[in-house]
T-cell receptor, first 110, second 114 residues
Framework: EDQVTQSPEALRLQEGESSSLNCSYT??????LFWYRQDPGKGPEFLFT???AGEEKEKERLKATLTKKESFLHITAPKPEDSATYLC???????????FGAGTRLFVKA | EAGVAQSPRYKIIEKRQSVAFWCNPI?????LYWYQQILGQGPKLLIQ????????DSQLPKDRFSAERLKGVDSTLKIQPAKLEDSAVYLC????????????FGQGTRLTVV
């Protein structure tokens, strides 16, 4: 069964303290992996799509990377406005279903 | 560009009552999704439409949930009768082209069943 596991469940950082979030997956034929950001009371907001191992994408203080078994979301010098839940999702070669992880809740303190 | 619109934002009903949610996707988006998000969990796909047709509804509890997409645009999701465990946020999303491209989400409807 296709599965996505994110760790840690919650992460508390001081402003400027860089760290990484992990997304490990087991899926029959990975077609791609999404990262989304979700603020309280809102729907997820798209950040990145990664398609193949070795691929990297960047946006402001965020960089996403992909290996054959996991993805990392690196946050460099975070700011309080980066506080949110970060969701990882995978879709398989069938392409008909996107499976989300439970997310990592990030808190950045000024 | 207008985003995905959902209504209502909040709904409180008693168990065994019925409820309906409405979604208007981004204009021109062929694919529409309904997700259920229980507190502390990631979104779980309930049903996915490509234009008028259903692409996947394998996780939709069909004995109580139903969904339709009228003329390939707006969609409604209905629960009848509701159970306590249906309390969740129901998210609608849409994407431009083929299935599993970047999805844009609405703000969701928070359902509380008492």
């Amino acid at each position: 069964e296709d599965q996505v596991t994110q760790s840690p469940e919650a992460l508390r950082l001081q402003e400027g303290e860089s760290s990484s979030l992990n997304c490990s997956y087991t899926v029959s034929g990975l077609r791609g992996l999404f990262w989304y950001r979700q603020d309280p009371g809102k729907g997820p907001e798209f950040l990145f799509t990664l398609y193949s191992a070795g691929e990297e994408k960047e946006k402001e203080r965020l960089k996403a990377t992909l290996t054959k078994k996991e993805s990392f979301l690196h946050i460099t010098a975070p700011k309080p406005e980066d506080s949110a839940t970060y969701l990882c999702a995978v879709f398989n070669t069938g392409g008909f279903k996107t499976i989300f992880g439970a997310g990592t809740r990030l808190f950045v303190k000024a | 560009e207008a985003g995905v619109a959902q209504s209502p934002r909040y709904k409180i009903i008693e168990k065994r009552q019925s409820v309906a949610f409405w979604c208007n996707p981004i204009s021109g988006h062929a694919t529409l999704y309904w997700y259920q998000q229980i507190l502390g969990q990631g979104p779980k796909l309930l049903i996915q439409f490509q234009n008028n047709g259903v692409v996947d509804d394998s996780q939709l509890p069909k004995d109580r949930f139903s969904a339709e997409r009228l003329k390939g645009v707006d969609s409604t999701l209905k629960i009848q009768p509701a159970k306590l465990e249906d309390s969740a946020v129901y998210l609608c999303a849409s994407s431009l082209g083929r299935v599993n491209t970047e999805a844009f989400f609405g703000q969701g409807t928070r359902l509380t069943v008492v």
